[in-house]
């Protein structure tokens, strides 16, 4: 049997790249973890036979080390969580959503900035702030503009020898990144919409490319994401500078609304935690309350 890794995903084949060859196999899924309804995913480790015919079969899927919903793919080292500076405008929401997605799924977030280009120094001042609070509490945040080509370079020392996926809204810029970062590539781009401000949905499956000898994906866009995996414990452990504080929360499981002595609240209260961020999570937390009980 053939050892493999999964590039990409369209139409019901499964593209594999050969380990040993580096040839990319066209697949069909046959395998037996069919029965127990698992579909392969880009970013699979698998085993593949190739018939005489010249047909690939995925026979086996190796066990993942973390498996992401949307976008699907699987394996993921690092993600890039990608936002434009304008068109589509910044937004905070947004982002402390997919953070907390990326958070629960233990994977590593990077923010990374796009069309900084766009951005007046009025408009720069403005954003600057918030860049700072986001560095400050711990995550990488990376200014790009693929207009101008800059900030690119930080990208790719990033991608050495991992997996890395892209992900974020239509239009913010996911697949030029990926251009001004090997003009190769040559993935299709588009123009984002006037009238709704947002992308078009230009890039319609998932799949990895070679860069900076590492694995990165390219994703379609998507602008909600949904917090099903959450439990309420676990949103306020994946906003990191809550779960930081929490230990001098007087209360155990201390979900920073109502409870006494919360410690999380009095750094709100103080200014040291960002009001959008405690909002945000408020926010997050009623959705995920208010869920509908699964069984
Ligand atoms: N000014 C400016 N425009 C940019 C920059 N990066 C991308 N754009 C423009 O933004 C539009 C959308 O870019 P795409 O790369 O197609 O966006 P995407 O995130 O891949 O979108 P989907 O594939 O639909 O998810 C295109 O018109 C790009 O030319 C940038 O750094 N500066
Ligand atoms: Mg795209
Ligand atoms: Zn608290």
Redesign the pocket.
Known sequence: MKKGIILKALSGFYYVEDLQTKELIQCRSRGLFRKKKITPLVGDSVHFTVEPDGNGYVMEILNRKNELVRPPIANVDLALV?F?VK?PDFSPKLLDRFLAVIEANQIEPIIVL?????LTSEEQSLIAPIIQYYREIGYQVIE?????QFGLDGIKDLIRNQIVVIC??????????LNSMDQTLNI?????SKALGR?????RHVELHKLSDGLIA????FSSLDLDQLEPNDLSECFVEFYQRSQDCKFRGCLHVNEPRCAVKEAVEVGEILPTRYENYLQFLTEIKSRKPKY
């Open positions: 990608v434009s068109e796009t069309k900084m280009d766009l790009t503009s693929s207009k101008q974020g809204q239509s239009g913010v810029g996911k697949s030029s990144l299709q781009v588009n123009e984002i992308g078009k949905h230009t890039t390219d994703t379609p866009g």
